[in-house]
């Protein structure tokens, strides 16, 4: 069939980001009297066959020839118009929108359309000589459409252009381009349309002169972990916002000054109006970042979504990973735009009257509304979270279930492609921008500082500290080396120090600019924290400290806003730290007759489970409980909170 080959071309295109950003662009089919359309706010790389709207083409041709009176407004024509295309949907699509440009594609006589907005084309359709360096390259092959509103204006001039092409030649033209837009293709095979479009940027390619660079250069780190948590109180003081940095070396030749910004500090398209609206925040490092901030809003009526700091990079803001991710790809575009633009007489961007229409246009604000929607959020959601020792056992259920929360959620481990396949899951069942992975040995310094840097180039900032990696090394006083004792202390004690101290400074930071707003830092510790263990000092000494630096760290970072508890697990009888077949601590007891008159693990694990009132091992569903509960009680800090199934009970 051929819409299925339309959706074939359709996620050909979508997929692939040097002709699709964000969702944008839009494709047709036309079969006799029916075309097919993209539906408005859905994406090209995932676009299905039901996601295409059938519309009557007869209908949508006669809208072009409609005379309005001449005393209605544009407004009111917008809103006939809107009516009319509406109206256009054969029975039982009411339910979809069709794109804003299905007007433009029903004129081409020609089965497919395809409209995207390269970044190569549009530094043509951006360049001050644009037109006289379209009509060089491509003679009479491209139509040039000077800038003109969208909808009926902008399907009327191109109906007219049409005609007189016509008239000219003989036949209808197969590629327009847009001034400050985009390209059309029209063919009737999708065989031609991959034709065309390979004619079109082989020719545009060998025509420039300057091309962006997006090589990786060396950042500040420090600075960036400064500005991030900053950025995202000032766009969001409730904490539902994502700061996320970016930087290469085009980038970095843009933010040098304010001058070498300024091709920058107009929108190009519409598109980058859509997404990260019509201009950036310049500011130096040392700037007053909430004035910067209020300045801005009360000029522009909006905060911004793009942040540029001199020397640094660049800065994407939104209220979910979503919407700042979408705003750091169109603002990427922007740069590539402004390099190409170069090879083609210089920049030239939207005029201000043109850039107003856009920011109030009703279906431009849909498509941003469709595009942005998402599932209902969780009880962490909007939360930026770090959990160490998050390959396996605890950490992992605990990554899972945060993330399943709407938490975004830094997996950190020391082993690294654990914590790396646990990511993956997580994006895989999720979202794609839930987890990331980062390497950490929680017992050196320099690693645990480069993980919390990590986590907030990431995501902007950091909310919840969960302090899970540790290790157990069972033995008695006669048993156990040295050695051993220095690792469960390291791992366990100082880890849990180490964590917390690069992770407060990030919280802090955000206190600051949001003087109301509370962060955590959980300590997963252990019913072992609570009551000594038999043969295992070494584990049970380093809980037992670490819920003294629980209550130390709650004293001393209350006045910052930041939450300090404990949770006390009894024992996870199905995780690895018990159930490995030869490390697992069911077979360390053994070894070491821990458990009197034990023969197997298996008398062991019932030796186990009998100490506890409920009867079973803890699960990580338990844990995750108590985590959401010392998370959302805004009224508890420097609590060790006892999840054993009644084997251990506060006095």
């Known amino acids: 069939m051929s819409l299925d080959i339309l959706v074939e071309m359709s996620r050909r295109y979508g997929a692939d980001e040097d002709y699709v950003l964000a969702g944008g662009g839009n494709t047709s089919y036309k079969d006799e009297n029916v075309m097919y359309v993209k539906g408005s706010g859905t994406a090209l790389s995932v676009i299905t066959g039901e996601q295409f709207v059938a519309m009557d083409l007869g209908l949508l041709r006669d809208i072009i020839t409609h005379e309005y009176p001449s005393d209605m407004s544009n407004a009111e024509q917008e809103a006939q118009l809107h009516a009319s295309v509406m109206a256009s949907r054969l029975p039982g699509e009411e339910e979809k929108r069709p794109s804003v440009e299905a007007i433009l594609h029903a004129i081409f006589p020609y089965k497919f359309v395809l409209h995207v907005h390269p970044a190569l084309v549009n530094g043509l359709t951006c360049g001050k000589d644009?037109?006289?360096?379209?009509?060089?390259?491509?003679?009479?092959?491209?139509?040039?459409?000077?800038?003109?509103?969208?909808g009926l204006g902008l399907a009327k001039v191109c109906h007219g252009l049409f005609e007189k092409h016509e008239a000219e030649f003989g036949d209808s033209p197969q590629i327009i381009i847009l001034k400050n837009h985009g390209i059309f293709v029209a063919a009737d095979t999708v065989d031609e349309v991959d034709m065309i479009m390979e004619y079109v940027f082989t020719t545009l390619e060998s025509n420039v002169t300057d091309a962006p660079d997006f090589s990786d250069v060396p950042f500040d780190k420090?600075?960036?972990?400064?500005?991030?948590?900053?950025?995202?109180?000032?766009?969001?003081?409730?904490?539902?916002?994502?700061?996320?940095?970016?930087?290469?070396?085009?980038?970095?030749?843009?933010?040098?000054?304010e001058k070498s910004m300024r091709p920058l500090m107009r929108p190009f398209t519409p598109d980058h109006i859509v997404y990260y609206k019509d201009e950036p925040l310049f500011v130096a490092y040392d700037s007053d970042l909430s004035s910067a901030f209020s300045d801005y809003e009360k000029r522009k009526g909006f905060k911004p979504q793009i942040v540029a700091v001199k020397g640094l990079g660049f800065f994407s803001l939104g209220e979910d990973i979503k919407e700042a991710e979408r705003a750091r790809l169109l603002f990427l575009d922007a740069l590539k735009i402004a390099a190409y633009a170069k090879s083609f007489g210089g920049f030239s961007p939207l005029p201000e009257k043109f850039v107003t229409f856009i920011l109030g246009w009703e279906a431009e604000k849909y498509r941003s509304r469709a595009i942005s929607s998402g599932p209902a959020p969780g009880r962490l959601s909007g939360k930026i979270a770090v959990v160490t020792g998050g390959a396996q056992g605890f950490g992992k259920g605990i990554a899972e279930a945060m993330v399943k929360e709407g938490a975004f959620v830094a997996v950190a481990d020391l082993n690294f492609d654990g914590a790396k396949a646990t990511a993956d899951e997580l994006c895989d069942a999720y979202d794609a921008h839930s987890a990331i992975a980062v390497r950490a040995d929680v017992s050196d310094e320099v690693s645990v500082s480069d993980m919390i840097s990590d986590v907030v180039?990431?995501?902007?900032?950091?909310?919840?500290?969960?302090?899970?990696?540790?290790?157990?090394?069972?033995?008695?006083?006669?048993?156990?080396?040295?050695?051993?004792?220095?690792?469960?202390?390291?791992?366990?004690?100082?880890?849990?120090?180490?964590?917390?101290?690069?992770?407060?400074?990030?919280?802090?930071?955000?206190?600051?600019?949001?003087?109301?707003?509370?962060?955590?830092?959980?300590?997963?510790?252990?019913k072992s924290g609570l009551e000594g263990s038999n043969k295992n000092f070494a584990y049970s000494g380093s809980k037992f400290g670490g819920v003294g630096l629980t209550q130390s760290f709650a004293l001393e970072l209350a006045p910052f806003g930041i939450k300090v508890n404990a949770v006390c697990p009894g024992n996870f009888l199905e995780g690895p730290l018990w159930s490995d077949p030869n490390r697992g601590l069911f077979k360390q007891y053994l070894d070491s007759g821990k458990v009197p008159g034990a023969k197997s693990v298996a008398d062991v694990r019932r030796f186990y489970e009998a100490?506890?009132?409920?009867?079973?091992?803890?699960?990580?569903?338990?844990?995750?409980?108590?985590?959401?509960?010392?998370i959302e009680q805004r009224y508890e800090t420097g609590q060790a909170v006892p999840v054993t199934g009644g084997q251990v009970m506060l006095s």
Request: glycine share 8%.
């Open 457 to 526: 180039i990431a995501y902007g900032g950091l909310d919840i500290l969960v302090s899970n990696a540790g290790v157990l090394v069972a033995g008695g006083l006669g048993e156990l080396s040295k050695e051993s004792f220095d690792l469960v202390t390291k791992v366990n004690y100082t880890g849990y120090f180490l964590c917390t101290k690069f992770a407060c400074e990030i919280m802090k930071i955000q206190r600051r600019f949001a003087p109301a707003y509370m962060t955590d830092i959980v300590e997963i510790n252990s």
């Open 611 to 630: 100490k506890v009132p409920l009867g079973r091992g803890c699960e990580v569903e338990d844990v995750v409980r108590a985590i959401l509960y010392v």
């Open 130 to 150: 644009g037109e006289s360096k379209c009509k060089e390259l491509f003679n009479d092959e491209v139509v040039w459409v000077n800038l003109t509103r969208p």
């Open 222 to 257: 420090e600075a960036v972990c400064a500005i991030a948590p900053a950025l995202r109180m000032l766009y969001s003081d409730d904490g539902k916002s994502v700061a996320v940095f970016f930087t290469n070396k085009t980038a970095v030749s843009f933010a040098a000054d």
